[in-house]
């Protein structure tokens, strides 16, 4: 940077902040500064960046389409920065201050969300987890810099993300108590026919590999809808005569809903479980530590019974 563009360099930090807390009083509160100081920087970016960068919606402030745009490297500069000057070896995880954003579908958080909070407040108290869910459309989010940690099955096919695979899970049956297919032997024409059935799906999607399978044996099945969100679908469950599936990993949900969970008898594929990161959080010992807990979890949910 030139001495003549009059940058302070610090600005990055201080829209990095801004960008993630979209508040100024967040964003002084996070840096150690009064609001009116913050206030005052604001101003110095959008003076520098040429743009708004923050503007009020209501009582909310929101980031201008430039900002959302330059998220992504403003905070892998800051990041790459902080690598920098703060080898490895002289990371302290309870002076890090940080907010990440982890990805999943709602299982995710239901099942891991609590251990993972609870573990950061004993071991990096500065740092904040935000679970957002999965959209119905498909977007970068690891490289724009919306997420720090995809988690699940990972799809992704971009060359750069990182992929992780921490265990093969597979698919069982959900239905409520007292359900009448639980009574006799399960068959595969029985589990097609003797009830409808109920999908998962982000994209609203009505079909899966269950009827891909039950098309191998000439049989099909009754789907009658889909939800977007595992934990949404079990309470549709509990309440009709409706068939469902969960992962093993996500069984916990509908034991605490006092369902009952199956083996399917189809010979199903293997589920890929993991998580992606972007390659320019390598360097980063706070994400480290992140994806080390997060494996940590994933291993010790109910996968090797």
Not at 89 to 104: I, Y
Not at 216 to 230: E, I, Q
Not at 249 to 268: H, Y
């Amino acid at each position: 940077m030139t001495q003549s563009t009059g940058l302070d360099l610090n600005l990055l930090v201080a829209l990095d902040v801004l960008l993630e807390e979209e508040s100024v009083q967040g964003a002084a509160r996070r840096l150690h500064l009064s609001e009116p100081a913050m206030s005052r920087t604001l101003g110095r970016i959008r003076k520098a960046l040429g743009d708004p960068v923050l503007v009020r919606a209501g009582r909310r402030m929101v980031p201008t389409p430039h900002a959302l745009a330059v998220r992504a490297e403003v905070g892998a500069v800051v990041e790459r920065a902080r690598a920098l000057f703060t080898p490895d070896r002289d990371t302290d995880l309870r002076t890090v201050t940080r907010t990440f954003t982890v990805l999943g579908h709602d299982a995710i958080a239901a099942t891991h969300g609590a251990a993972l909070l609870a573990r950061a407040a004993r071991e990096a108290p500065g740092i904040r987890l935000r679970f957002l869910s999965e959209s119905h459309v498909d977007a970068p989010y690891l490289r724009q810099g919306t997420a720090d940690l995809e988690v699940g099955v990972i799809d992704t096919t971009a060359p750069e993300v990182h992929v992780e695979t921490v265990y093969e899970d597979r698919m069982l049956g959900v239905v409520r108590a007292g359900h009448p297919l639980l009574e006799g032997e399960l068959t595969p024409e029985r589990f097609a026919g003797e009830a409808g059935h109920l999908i998962v799906s982000r994209r609203g999607r009505l079909r899966g590999p269950v009827d891909d399978a039950l098309a191998a044996l000439g049989l099909d099945r009754r789907v009658v809808g889909s939800v977007g969100t595992y934990p949404s679908s079990l309470f549709v469950l509990r309440d009709t005569e409706l068939i469902g599936l969960i992962s093993r990993w996500g069984r916990p949900l509908a034991d605490s809903l006092g369902l009952v969970t199956f083996e399917i008898p189809l010979p199903l594929p293997a589920v890929p479980i993991g998580f992606a990161w972007h390659p320019r959080h390598d360097a980063d010992p706070a994400h480290a530590w992140l994806r080390g807990c997060v494996r940590e979890a994933m291993l010790q949910g109910p996968t090797a019974d």
